[in-house]
């Protein structure tokens, strides 16, 4: 049984910094890209920073790039997102994902790519 695990979220002041942290358990052999999406009402989702795991490419989203950092922890399957200067516009439901070992992407962003999800944890800047 997969299963995401998603903390750090909160409620914070605009410029203020947030660091999120996801944990994949469950995965055959090791989660090959893992990522974080967003959603906000009334938006798509959003594709925030996607990592590959075995010392491969990264990718930012638009709206984030230099603003956000994702990396993998020492621990398995682990991933944070390190989220500095947040703006108003950053508010929303942030969601982990994950790929099985069996998994190549050629859009880290696509969340069509990711088949395993968290629950999500809130962000707001306000």
């Known amino acids: 049984h997969v299963q995401l695990v998603e903390s750090g979220g909160g409620s914070v002041q605009p410029g203020d910094s947030l660091r999120l942290t996801c944990t994949a358990s469950?995965?055959?052999?090791?989660?090959?890209?893992m990522a974080w999406f967003r959603k906000a009402p009334g938006t798509e989702r959003e594709g925030v920073a996607a990592?590959?795991?075995?010392?491969?490419?990264?990718s930012y989203g638009h709206s984030v790039n230099g603003r956000f950092t994702i990396s993998r922890a020492k621990i398995d399957n682990t991933v944070h997102l390190q989220m500095d200067s947040l703006k108003p516009e950053d508010t929303a439901m942030y969601f982990c994902?994950?790929?099985?070992?069996?998994?190549?992407?050629?859009?880290?962003?696509?969340?069509?790519?990711?088949?395993?999800w968290g629950q999500g944890t809130q962000v707001t800047v306000s």
């Open positions: 990592l590959r795991m075995s010392g491969g490419g990264i």
């Open positions: 469950g995965i055959a052999g090791h989660a090959n890209y």
């Open positions: 994902a994950a790929t099985g070992d069996d998994t190549w992407l050629m859009d880290y962003l696509a969340p069509s790519g990711y088949g395993y």
